[in-house]
């Protein structure tokens, strides 16, 4: 039988000790970066919600988190242009040292309106951490990367809080959806 843990059309990119490794490196270097600051990591919904569960469990310093969701991708895998903001921060971002923590940079879209908005409310600093970083050219050549999990090759991929029109968020490693049409 076939689960979704071990499906047919899923190549297995990262795995749970790959994740967990690289995660755990993550949180320390966060960790020696932020000391003595106010951080605040913000998840991006709905994708980051693993990453950010399990990298701030590995930042050995007082912080807070809030969450934003904005639409960039429907349900596929084709971008859906521009960026609409669905839910805002919770509490105001001013003199705090902020993490912005995604699932995946792609075109850089999502991210670079992001930073325009958040840059706007005067946080003391914004920083990227992203889990995945794909090789497509940025739409912007200045948005940088401060915290990258993997380059990742330019496929559709899932697993480890990303999905597939809403499936596959719950497989604990990354893998690549062999053919998305029945995914
Ligand atoms: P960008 O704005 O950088 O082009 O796209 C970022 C968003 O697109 C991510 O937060 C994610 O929701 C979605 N996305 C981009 N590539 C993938 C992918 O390979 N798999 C999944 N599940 N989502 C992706």
Do not use: W
């Not at 749970?16 to 000391?35: F, Q, S």
């Not at 889990?131 to 991929?157: A, H, M």
């Amino acid at each position: 039988m076939t689960t979704e843990f071990s499906n047919d059309n899923l190549e297995i990119l990262h795995s749970v000790e790959e994740i967990e490794r690289r995660v755990r490196e993550l949180g320390e270097e966060i960790t020696r970066d932020y000391a003595g600051k106010d951080l605040v990591v913000v998840g991006v919904l709905k994708g980051s919600v693993i990453f950010l569960a399990d990298l701030i469990r590995q930042i050995d310093l007082k912080l807070s988190i809030d969450f934003m969701a904005v639409s960039s991708y429907k349900d596929g895998t084709v971008s859906s242009g521009d960026v609409e903001i669905l839910k805002d921060l919770t509490n105001p971002i001013r003199g705090k040292d902020v993490i912005i923590c995604e699932d995946i940079v792609d075109t850089g879209l999502t991210l670079f309106r992001l930073m325009e908005i958040l840059g706007s409310r005067g946080a003391n600093s914004i920083k990227i951490a992203t889990l995945l970083d794909k090789p497509e050219p940025r739409i912007k050549k200045e948005l940088k990367i401060d915290y990258c999990g993997f380059q990742i090759p330019n496929k559709f991929v899932v697993g480890y809080g990303l999905d597939a029109a809403g499936r596959y968020r719950n497989l604990p490693f990354i893998g690549i959806v062999k053919n998305p049409e029945i995914a």
